[in-house]
């Protein structure tokens, strides 16, 4: 979850709107799945399935790209993090509090 700072609504939602195909094909390289984000407000949640067995480098692999690089230069501004300061993290975790298996 993050804050989408009100004064760059529009430009967040034009950007995602039409996602540059590389991003998303890198997404897909790193095993990223079913990739939402949703919008509450000003509050954006992030919903993804990572189907990888390494999370870590797929992190490096989607960080390391130079049109996500670009991309990031253009939603960061954006959003503001929820996080602590010194966390490491941009997009604040969310605890699961409850989850529909597929099957019983």
């Not at 989607?62 to 954006?78: M, Y």
Request: with cysteine; aromatic share 14%; proline share 6%.
């Amino acid at each position: 979850m993050i804050r989408l700072r009100p004064e760059q609504r529009e430009t967040y939602l034009r950007l995602h709107a039409e996602v540059w195909p590389s991003v998303e094909e890198t997404l897909r390289k790193a095993n990223f799945r079913n990739y939402t984000i949703f919008l509450h407000d000003d509050l954006l949640f992030g919903y993804y399935e990572y189907v990888g067995d390494d999370y870590e480098a797929d992190q490096r692999l989607i960080a390391a790209d130079p049109q996500t690089q670009e991309w990031w230069k253009l939603t960061d501004p954006c959003q503001e993090s929820l996080t602590e300061r010194g966390s490491g993290d941009f997009w604040a975790p969310m605890q699961e509090v409850w989850h529909l298996p597929d099957e019983a």
